[in-house]
């Protein structure tokens, strides 16, 4: 690692410039690389919102000649009951894979592997990295043959006289739950061990000798020396889940009926499938809204922490 | 409440624990790769997992073609070139982000989190047609362009954290030297993150690595599409006609550059967690 | 300093790509088309990989620009109709589905044919029930057939042997396919004895070869050309439902976690029926493309395994049999520079000689009368003749552009009838329902 300690954080001091030049000097840096998330990302998530707005669509009159509908994609979209099922599905798939799986999990792992063996940390870190470095079009599809019928998991459980089910259709969700916490527990196990080996263990040792049990410790020294990790690990993990399209795409289409219809499926499915650009529009500016609500719910509570 | 001091034997204890369920957990994120090994090597393979009587690397043979060779040379120019160019315009960004205080840094860095969540199938139509207007339509660069764009929130935010890491204390020599803030960044801040540059790297060349619709929308020659789009001759359009082996064998060819070069990465970092810098709160 | 080099190369690459695409827009004297190019779906392909020195040498000064887009149905008519949308990317040349030829002439993406088809002599060639499928509503044909497919029941006749049943076998009615699947289930544990697709794992293959091959054999139809509304609900749909019912309940069809499985179409071609674990398949005449040498499931005993049956109608009314139709059309973009050269290369591709080589490349059934008695027609596949002798019977589906949304509706009600989480007249009440929805209450009408 680069520095090893806790890190001098705030920057009290400043380079020399003079007062004019000082300004410029700090805001023309940041000009490439904001323009062109201006250009890319800001100019056409303000054309979403607009399109939100219209009944445009890929084919049909639609395409040809929209109209300005006013708020008639969002009245259809709360006055439809599948769209309500799918932002519950989202939420307990975001809550089941990024908040408790891949949080909790890459927690642990990295607690786990906290100090033990470099040969094992390399291997087992290496393994869990390389679930997530796969393509997740290739992941989809190695699960889809993980979980089917005669797939590998009904093989091992059958192995060790269990009998397995048809997880695909039985509990679509859980199977895609799963299949992103394998995805993505790499990521939080890395930011969780980064802020772990800030943690110092003088602390630690001293809490030990003084009697505190390791979930005492744990509880009362690391965590909250790794809070600032833990905000940012959610809020990411938290937007990057909210997104997860291509996974469920492959494994469950959606399905059975719409059981793991996520708002990216539903959302693809009205653009795409039906090529109702406006409404795929107002869906996608709803599950920004989402992110964002999820965002606010992180800050609020990190703060209240302190 | 137990008030033991921890003694050396149920020391040994928990770390024989540890070390169980982290060879138990290394065995379950492995076991999902059976399936793509064993197609892979099997002729006929279907979707249930079997070892194949006759092992073969015919699949293998069959997709090394020279039109898949080539998306993989199309895809490490569109990776290769957004992984770079993302740390081109990522580092000057962060730079002020990380030392010039972060009272206008947070809601910025917030900001560009956010951007990350959206779907970037979401934003494909008007996108389209920014790249009709500014025909820009079927060229390598600007694809390259936008693909650094869908990643330069994550890279700005990583670098920043790592920028965090170097203490300003050397810069201040450099600064009295009376050295900008961007050459003391240049001279001594970059050559300090040498690890995190790489890591951010990795992390964008496997993003875009990945990234099927982006190329396939705003590239219309096939000549230029890469292996994310190339992947779908393995596919069918009706029924029966998915080739899973050769299925299996190319996403095995696909996912090796991505492997190798975190495992080079990994290497020039020193150790498994080199990454975890990068992710820092 | 870094920003003035990061500066520079945005700059040098912005101008890069801005100079790389000047010679890309239509100058005029090319000819773009755009095809789907999916899995070993490269029959397209490979026609117009044929056909372009031959285009070109038949129109000095013309080039043809080939745009195979590679990606599954949903992809392609995405990245096809936003290229439609600009006319600096719009193909000259598209090829599309036969049902979006409504929904895109509204669009205006494509330029009515009327009167290149009076002066082309092979038109008279093409079959009458075939011709229809490239036209609109509005009257105009927008498209020229590249051939279809036809949707019947594929048996085994080893299971068929021990089950006691003909190898010849003609059902008459739904009772006669629903008796014989009784049997096989009676006398051959162990296999599916009869799949009728459903539900909206599979997709299209529920609303297709699944519901309306049986509702059209009802006498019923889904959408009304005379009176221009869709229909529902109607008896004939409620007997469907029923149907569906009787096999998913009494244990005549696939388990309901196979059928509603994304890739359930997939394993019935590649494992259910080489494996002689499917008795009877109500399916389409593509299939063979699977098991053919070098296909992705190659089975050289296909042909003498398995036999071919028309579905019948409910009751055996007339005529006896019913198929539905797909396929795809060849058109011609509303905004190209070059109607007439774009007109000869359809001409060029939809020739007897070159119709009959994609036919063949793409596993497509015929739809020109002089193609059919060509040997090569039926070389290598022995159900072919069978296959092409359908289209005289064949029916397409409602080309609208709400028929997508109405179809997902349909699987989601035939899902509903399968699992047994609603019973025939619910699931019927509720697609009723939905269809008003989706088509405006004055655009359905009920006949039950």
């Known amino acids: 690692m680069v520095a090893v300690g806790l890190p001098e954080r705030a920057a009290t001091r400043r380079p020399p410039a003079r007062r004019g030049r000082r300004a410029a000097g700090r805001v023309l840096p940041l000009v490439p690389a904001f323009g062109l998330l201006a250009l890319f990302f800001v100019g056409p998530i303000l054309w979403c919102v607009y399109a939100s707005f219209t009944d445009i669509a890929l084919t049909g009159a639609g395409a ?35 908040v408790v799986g891949q949080n909790v999990g890459g927690l642990a792992l990295a607690l786990l592997m906290n100090g033990r063996r470099r040969i094992v940390r390399s291997v087992v870190g290496g393994i869990v990295v390389g679930a997530w470095v796969l393509p997740e079009l290739v992941a989809g599809f190695m699960w889809y043959a993980f979980l089917s019928d005669h797939g590998t998991f009904n093989a091992l459980l059958h192995a060790v006289g269990l009998h397995g089910k048809s997880w695909l259709y039985t509990s679509p969700l859980l199977a895609v739950t799963i299949t992103n916490v394998w995805r993505g527990t790499a990521f939080s196990m890395l930011v969780y061990s980064a802020a772990l080996s800030n943690v110092p263990d003088e602390l630690l040792q001293a809490a030990a000798v003084d009697g505190a049990s390791a979930w005492q410790r744990l509880r009362h020294i690391t965590l909250p020396l790794i809070r600032r990790a833990m905000l940012t690990n959610l809020m990411t993990i938290t937007l990057q889940t909210l997104a997860v399209f291509t996974l469920i795409f492959v494994m469950t289409g959606g399905g059975p009926g719409t059981k793991s219809q996520t708002l990216p499926i539903f959302m693809y499915q009205e653009a795409f499938k039906f090529y109702h650009l406006g409404y795929g529009a107002a869906l996608a500016i709803v599950l920004l809204g989402v992110g964002a609500l999820f965002s606010l719910v992180y800050l609020r509570a990190m703060r209240k922490e302190v | ?81 957004s992984a770079l160019l993302t740390l081109l315009l990522g580092a000057p960004a962060a730079y002020p982000l990380s030392r010039y205080g972060r009272r206008f840094g947070r809601p910025v860095l917030l900001g560009l989190l956010f951007a990350t969540g959206l779907p970037v199938t979401a934003i494909m139509v008007p996108v389209y047609g920014l790249f009709v207007q500014l025909e820009l339509l079927d060229s390598v660069p600007a694809t390259v362009l936008f693909l650094t764009a869908t990643g330069l929130p994550m890279a700005i935010w990583m670098l920043k954290n790592f920028m965090d ?42 993003l875009t690595w990945g990234n099927f619709f982006v190329p396939f929308i705003l590239l219309i020659d096939p000549g230029k599409q890469p292996a994310s789009v190339a992947i779908y001759q393995y596919f069918g359009i009706q029924g029966g006609n998915t080739s899973y082996g050769l299925l299996a064998a190319f996403s095995i060819l696909y996912s090796l550059p991505v492997v190798l070069l975190y495992a080079v990465a990994q290497r020039t970092l020193g150790n498994a967690f080199a990454l975890q810098g990068a992710v820092k709160g | 300093m870094r920003r003035k080099s990061a500066f520079a190369v945005t700059t040098v690459m912005v101008a890069a790509a801005l100079s790389a695409c000047g010679g890309s827009s239509s100058d005029g004297k090319t000819i773009k088309v755009a095809y789907q190019k999916f899995g070993n779906f490269i029959g397209a392909d490979e026609l117009f990989k044929k056909i372009k020195p031959v285009f070109e040498q038949q129109n000095p000064g013309y080039k043809l620009k080939l745009i195979p887009i590679e990606a599954d149905e949903n992809s392609y008519y995405t990245k096809l109709n936003l290229m439609r949308r600009s006319p600096n990317t719009a193909p000259d040349v598209a090829y599309e589905d036969t049902f979006f030829v409504n929904s895109d002439a509204q669009a205006r993406f494509l330029m009515p044919l009327d009167d290149n088809l009076k002066s082309w002599p092979d038109w008279s060639q093409f079959v009458d029930n075939a011709k229809v499928a490239g036209q609109a509503a509005d009257g105009h044909t927008y498209g020229i057939p590249m051939g279809t497919d ?23 009615t739904w009772n006669d396919v629903l008796a014989a699947a009784r049997q096989i289930k009676a006398k051959v544990p162990g296999v599916i004895p009869l799949n009728v697709y459903a539900g909206k794992g599979v997709g299209e293959a529920a609303s297709m070869q699944g519901f309306e091959m049986l509702l059209y054999g009802t006498g019923d139809k889904l959408y009304d050309d005379q009176t221009k509304k869709w229909v529902a609900p109607s008896k004939g749909m409620g007997d469907s439902f029923n149907f569906l019912k009787t096999v998913y309940s009494s244990g005549l069809g696939p388990t309901p976690q196979q059928t509603l499985d994304p890739h359930w179409s997939d394993n019935v071609a590649g494992q259910e029926l080489p494996k002689g674990k499917l008795a009877i398949d109500l399916d389409g005449s593509w299939l063979p493309q699977a098991w053919i040498p070098g296909g992705a499931s190659a089975w050289p005993q296909w042909s003498s395994t398995l036999g071919t049956a028309p579905m019948p109608t409910q ?88 028929y997508p949304q109405i179809s997902n509706q349909l699987q989601a009600a035939t899902e509903a009838v399968v699992t047994g989480q609603g019973s025939p007249q619910s699931a019927m009440n509720d697609l009723a329902g939905q269809i008003k929805q989706i088509a405006g209450p004055d655009k359905v009408e009920g006949k039950s």
Request: no cysteine; aromatic share 12%.
């Open chain 1, 64 to 98: 040809s000649s929209p109209h300005l509908v006013g708020l008639r994609n969002y009245r259809q979209m709360f006055s439809d009951p599948a769209f309500a099922k799918s932002l519950w599905l989202t939420i307990v798939f975001v809550f089941g894979s990024a």
């Open chain 2, 1 to 81: 409440m137990t008030v033991a001091s921890p003694t050396a034997p149920r020391r040994r204890t928990a770390a024989v624990a540890a070390y169980a369920v982290l060879v138990l957990v290394g065995l379950a994120f492995l076991a999902p790769f059976a399936w793509l090994f064993l197609a892979s090597l099997s002729k006929d393979a279907q979707l249930n997992t079997s070892i194949p009587d006759h092992p073969t690397l015919r699949n293998f043979a069959d997709v090394l073609t020279g039109d898949n060779l080539h998306a993989l040379a199309n895809s490490l120019v569109l990776s290769m070139g």
């Open chain 2, 165 to 206: 890491e170097v203490p300003i204390s050397l810069e201040e020599a450099a600064w009295v030297d009376g050295a900008s803030g961007l050459r003391a960044l240049r001279r001594i801040v970059l050559p300090l993150m040498v690890p995190g540059t790489t890591v951010v790297f990795t992390f964008t060349f496997a």
């Open chain 3, 150 to 172: 036809t949707r019947g029941l594929w048996y085994n006749k080893q299971i068929f042997a021990k089950a006691g049943l003909p190898a010849n076998w003609q059902p008459k």
């Open chain 3, 315 to 402: 009751n055996g009314q007339a005529p006896g049999k019913v198929t539905m139709s797909g396929g795809w059309l060849l058109s011609l973009g509303a905004r190209t520079k070059n109607a007439s050269a774009a007109w000869k290369l359809v001409q060029l591709a939809m020739n007897k000689e070159n119709s009959l080589f994609f036919y063949v490349k793409a596993t497509q059934v015929s739809v020109r009368k002089d193609v059919v008695d060509d040997p090569k027609y039926v070389e290598g596949n022995p159900t072919q003749k069978f296959w092409t002798d359908l289209v005289s019977v064949t029916q397409y589906r409602p080309a609208y552009s709400v």
